[in-house]
């Protein structure tokens, strides 16, 4: 008896022992993702090989992680899919192009004042305009793709089963250090560039929280990527966009323009991230609605679901009986 209550409560598994499981199967999926990807590359040559390397990887693991967080939140937690955080609910498409124009208002940002200090200069890339669409499209998928992965490993189930246990504070500091941990492998990365990365954990965390849905944070997370390597032709967390619409050309002290590792490393950056952090945290326009409510009700299961209940937006959430 005592055992089972180390593990149960109420007859259901404890939010720990439901982070413990979820992180052994990241691990997994991460693994089998790897595996998957040796040796493959896409064909377009302006990929580039660091980048080429990641993409199927990546392309890999978006499906796992679906089957892996659909496993979980059903036979755990018997919801569906959509309580993590993808589900379609009423304000799904304002989330979403709410986090866009925060993600590209930021990193405009960051590029202006490079530009105004004098750090940085910028002009049409000379490639042809066939290949610049199509690197222009790839990058879309790619970055897209890459951004639901992270989002989906570092806020999804994991993150949010552990906030249910050790409160969300302790939940949000501890995944914003292991997002930062995570960037640790790629090239020239510095102290700054560490810290933004963890600040930018935190933004992302509490836009999460905010909603209790992912489309605010992949939108910040895909726009801040896409805008700063493919339109504006920055190192993306230290990897270069073979192939952009726009070339940076950038010098002066590394501390103020990121260096190699483009302007994630910058304490320009710093600040305009602390911006975006106080947004997301005091704005009133941030706001769980009824359905993200319901999915994370502690007691809505599929059991307790009401009659005609749906997670997509075009039909009501509670149907009525004629």
């Known amino acids: 008896m005592r055992l089972g209550r180390v593990f149960l409560n109420g007859g259901a598994v404890r939010p720990f022992w439901r982070f413990m499981l979820s992180v052994a199967l990241l691990v997994l ?23 080429g390397s990641l993409f199927w990887q990546e392309l890999f693991l978006f499906p796992l992680l679906l089957f892996v967080f659909t496993m979980l939140a059903g036979l755990l937690d018997r919801k569906p899919l959509g309580s993590v955080g993808f589900a379609f609910h009423e304000r799904w498409k304002q989330e979403m192009v709410e986090g866009l124009g925060l993600g590209s208002a930021m990193i405009l940002l960051v590029a202006g004042l490079e530009w105004k200090l004098g750090f940085a200069h910028f002009s049409f890339g000379r490639s042809p305009a066939g290949s610049i669409l ?16 992270e989002e989906l490993v570092f806020r999804g189930y994991a993150f949010q089963r552990l906030a249910d246990s050790i409160r969300p504070a302790g939940a949000v500091a501890a995944f914003s250090v292991l997002f930062a941990l995570g960037h640790l492998a790629n090239p020239s990365h510095t102290m700054i560039s560490t810290t933004n990365t963890v600040l930018i954990g935190l933004l992302l965390a509490i836009a999460y929280l905010r909603t209790r849905a992912l489309w605010m ?9 896409y805008a700063q390597g493919f339109v504006l032709g920055f190192p993306v967390s230290g990897l270069a966009v073979p192939r952009s619409l726009m070339v940076a050309r950038v010098h002066g002290a590394a501390p103020l323009t990121g260096g190699q590792y483009g302007p994630e490393g910058s304490l320009l950056t710093t600040a305009v991230i602390l911006s975006g952090l106080a947004y997301v945290s005091f704005s009133k326009r941030l706001k769980v609605t009824g359905t993200m409510q319901l999915l994370n009700s502690p007691s809505a299961g599929w059991l307790s679901m009401p009659e005609g209940y749906t997670i997509f937006p075009d039909r009501p959430s509670h149907a009525k009986k004629e």
């Open 217 to 225: 944070p992949l939108g910040i997370h895909f726009a801040w990527n």
């Open 134 to 149: 199509g690197a222009g499209a790839f990058y879309v998928f790619f970055l897209m793709l890459a951004a639901a992965n």
């Open 29 to 51: 999926a991460v693994m089998l993702a790897g595996m998957a990807s040796v040796g493959l590359r896409p064909r377009p040559v302006w990929v580039g090989q660091n980048l």
